[in-house]
């Protein structure tokens, strides 16, 4: 195998010897491929590739705001979304739950309102939740039901019903397990600091030894540690002569600094110097720096915490190494997912300011059960995608209430004096964010289809409601056609989103997620035996899934047609989770250079055939999923490690990069002539079985045009060889140059792992003399290639 230097030789020494001609393409040499661009246009205004922002937690690699802690131990909101066999004039049951589980407790009291069917926009109590018994598929059974305080229509099945309660006075704290907060700690309501946020404070309880508070910071390995920190937060003596120092976790790695603690409310700021936090010795080694209030003594009061590293200057909440991630990336949009359990003027607030919030089935009422915090808020994400020049898909909640939408388009577009449009200038943005983007994507939740553990109760698709909340934004005053409201379903089921789409036929996009693989079997394993079956199974897999008339995406597209709605992608990425198949080609498969081609070709070839111009990657960050009897998958994140200096991206992250350097404007025809090689692949495709697929293309090529720039991707999904390629296009090109990003490795298994010392995958940037139509440029074997050039006038 050629070392990565020889490879780049290679490339240069290719580059620099191609023939160039504009003799017509039918005399090219039997082994080259024409490439000819057409002004035939297939898809208008295309976006670059987007991407999903992922979560902030140290332990899954993530290093993605500014503010590593922001605290204010305040309580939970709780809202969840049902629906169950009937709907009668006294309740409603629920499919979901089970009588008697703390949820009974939480939304006891509570609201319910509900979404579908005669007696939609009903509000009232919850008197009490019970059991009915009702008939699903012939046969009687015991279901849970709410119990309402007032007589309603009758709805029959699958009614909607949004119920809430929320517990803002319990506090939020995390578990008192010794380790993360002392056992003798515990939340205290009603003596806050004057001019704070909601009614809750830590106590911390050192009045009969140390007590101590830990908060997670990042680990070294994915963003600078050592430097000067700042903390801010608020301190009252509770009992005793409380004495408290905050530190570093480990003594060694940095200063400590003693905080004088007095009887009233009092402001702290301070900062710490850490020096010697070490880098990481080995893949698996990770100095992780957090930082330990610790108080003895007595009792202090201990609320409103803020740490962070100085030396961060950009104007946003995100850190300048995220910044500079997805700068490079080049996104056309952002998205950021939640999905059941907040409401949007927490959604808006920023983290200092939210309750916690939770949908979740296996959610308990306290404030010691850690429920979910938003690491940032809608209107900071806003404030990322203006500085970049991109544009917003952060998901509302999929709990959303009726007024809620109204006071969102009024967030959105009212003058910064009207309604919710105070709250956007308050929070520093007067100007209307629709005269800022291109596109305000809008999505309600994420996965309401989904019923399985996290995503249960978390949103409701079923009649009225998502389109009603659509309907009440697009008659708002505020509305401009820049806000693409997005229905979203399954992409496996187009059965089910056929039943969605005409249930929301207002929705401007219609969101799936076509993840590539979702299992692999010992049996497929035994037979996809070397890298040359298995990649090419993988680049196969959703070609056919695209272009068989059999086919998820294939169908997908032929009922958004009918129902004429526009395709959006909410996630893709490989999600090779299931099966009994071994962990070991699962990962070979999605961390390599092989993996990105598949991924990012896909996506072209979704965009068009499919008119797919709102897609986004899943997800930038989260090293791993832990798939139930396999291990340690590889997915879903693209950015291995943002960190200045040590970055390090999974070659799917650098095929949509290279794709964003050339997509944009219109998607016009290509044509092949000549050689135009073709593979077969063996494998899986459907529940058919294992199949063999012939007559795939090699090479792949999309053509862009946007005013008098001109771009073309090409990808050679040759598992051994390279392909030369012929471009014919009309016009005269600016400068005889054109620019050139190249995606490959030697190996089609290559990969960035933190088990190479060094990237093994990376873009190759160069320009090329003597651009003209008739170029003649050789594609490396498992390679991607995009073109950029200005033509005359």
């Given at each position: ?208 030894g140390r007590a101590h508070h830990r908060f997670a910071t990042h680990y070294q390995r994915y963003g600078e540690t050592n430097g000067t920190w700042r903390a801010r937060f608020w301190t009252k003596a509770r009992s005793g002569s409380p004495a408290l120092t905050v530190r570093a976790d480990r003594p060694e790695w940095g200063e400590s600094v ?536």
């Amino acid at each position: 195998m050629r070392s990565r230097k020889g490879f780049r030789l290679a490339v240069i020494c290719i580059a620099a010897t191609a023939t160039i001609g504009t003799r017509p393409f039918a005399q090219s040499p039997a082994d080259v491929t024409t490439v000819e661009i057409t002004g035939k246009v297939l898809v208008r205004d295309t976006v670059p590739f987007g991407i999903n922002l992922g979560g902030d937690t140290y332990y899954s690699g993530a290093v993605v705001v500014k503010k590593r802690v922001e605290e204010n131990f305040e309580g939970t909101l709780y809202r969840q979304c049902h629906f169950g066999p009937v709907q009668d004039e006294t309740g409603a049951t629920t499919w979901f739950g089970r009588v008697g589980s703390a949820w009974d407790e939480i939304l006891k009291g509570g609201q319910f309102t509900i979404l579908s069917g005669p007696a939609k926009g009903t509000t009232g109590t919850i008197r009490a939740i019970t059991t009915r018994r009702a008939v699903d598929r012939g046969r009687e059974q015991e279901f849970r039901y709410f119990v309402f305080d007032r007589k309603v229509a009758p709805g029959g099945a699958n009614v909607g019903v949004l119920v809430e309660s929320f517990h803002t006075r319990d506090g939020q704290f995390r578990p008192l397990d010794g380790y993360w907060t002392s056992k003798t700690n515990r939340i205290e309501i009603g003596d806050v600091p004057p001019g704070s946020f909601g009614c809750a404070a830590a106590c911390l309880d050192g009045s009969h030894g140390r007590a101590h508070h830990r908060f997670a910071t990042h680990y070294q390995r994915y963003g600078e540690t050592n430097g000067t920190w700042r903390a801010r937060f608020w301190t009252k003596a509770r009992s005793g002569s409380p004495a408290l120092t905050v530190r570093a976790d480990r003594p060694e790695w940095g200063e400590s600094v003693k905080v004088a603690v007095t009887p009233e409310w009092q402001k702290q700021e301070i900062t710490l110097a850490v020096r010697n936090v070490p880098e990481p010795k080995g893949p698996n080694d990770n100095p992780h720096l957090t930082f330990v209030f610790e108080v003895s003594g007595g009792a202090l009061l201990l609320d409103d915490v803020e740490m962070w590293r100085e030396g961060d200057v950009n104007p946003t909440a995100f850190r300048d190494d995220c910044v500079a991630v997805l700068k490079q990336f080049g996104p056309g949009l952002i998205r950021h997912l939640q999905m059941g359990g907040n409401t949007l003027d927490n959604t808006l607030a920023p983290p200092l300011r939210a309750y916690s919030y939770s949908s979740q089935n296996t959610a308990r009422r306290g404030p010691y059960e850690s429920h979910s915090q938003s690491p940032f808020s809608l209107h900071q994400m806003y404030e990322l995608c203006e500085h970049l020049g991109t544009n917003p898909w952060y998901c509302l909640p999929g709990t959303l209430g009726y007024g809620e939408m109204k006071n969102f388009l009024e967030y959105l577009g009212a003058p910064p004096d009207v309604g919710y449009g105070r709250v956007r200038a308050a929070l520093g943005h007067p100007r209307p964010w629709t005269d800022v983007f291109q596109f305000i994507h809008v999505e309600f939740g994420n996965e309401a289809w989904n019923n399985a553990g996290p995503y249960q109760c978390g949103g409701f698709n079923g009649d009225d409601y998502w389109k009603d909340l659509i309907a009440i934004g697009k008659n708002s005053p505020y509305y401009k056609p820049n806000i693409i409201f997005h229905a979203a379903g399954q992409a496996a089921n187009p059965w089910l989103n056929e039943g969605i789409m005409g249930r929301v036929p207002n929705a401007d996009c219609f969101s799936v997620a076509p993840y590539i693989i979702q299992s692999l079997s010992k049996e497929e394993a035994a037979m996809l035996d070397t890298d040359d079956k298995l990649f090419r199974w993988d680049f196969a897999w959703p070609v056919w899934r695209s272009r068989n008339q059999d086919g998820a995406m294939f169908r997908n597209f032929q009922l958004a047609q009918k129902a004429g709605i526009e395709l959006s992608i909410y996630e893709v990425n490989h999600h090779i989770t299931h099966g009994d198949g071994p962990l070991e080609p699962r990962n070979r498969i999605v961390t390599s250079l092989g993996g990105g081609l598949t991924v990012a070709n896909n996506m072209l070839l979704m965009l068009k055939e499919h008119h797919l111009r709102h897609q986004a990657l899943f997800s930038l960050v989260q090293h791993s999923y832990n798939a139930q009897d396999i291990g340690p998958v590889r997915l879903w994140g693209t950015a291995l490690n943002m960190r200045r200096g040590h970055e390090r991206f999974r070659p799917t992250f650098l095929a949509c990069a290279t794709a964003n350097r050339v997509l944009g404007g219109d998607l016009v025809e290509t044509r092949h002539s000549g050689a135009d090689p073709k593979f077969s692949a063996t494998g899986v495709f459907s529940r058919k079985g294992v199949e063999t697929l012939t007559d795939i293309p090699i090479i792949w090529s999309y053509a862009f045009v946007n005013a008098q720039r001109r771009g073309v991707i090409l990808i050679n999904l040759d598992t051994a060889k390279p392909q030369r390629v012929a471009l014919a296009f009309a016009g005269a090109v600016a400068n005889n140059t054109a620019r050139r990003w190249l995606l490959a490795a030697d190996s089609i298994a290559a990969n960035n792992e933190f088990e190479n010392p060094a990237p093994q995958v990376v873009i190759h940037e160069d320009t090329i003399a003597d651009f003209a139509s008739g170029k003649t440029l050789t594609l490396p074997p498992h390679s991607m290639t995009a073109l950029a050039w200005q033509s005359q006038p």
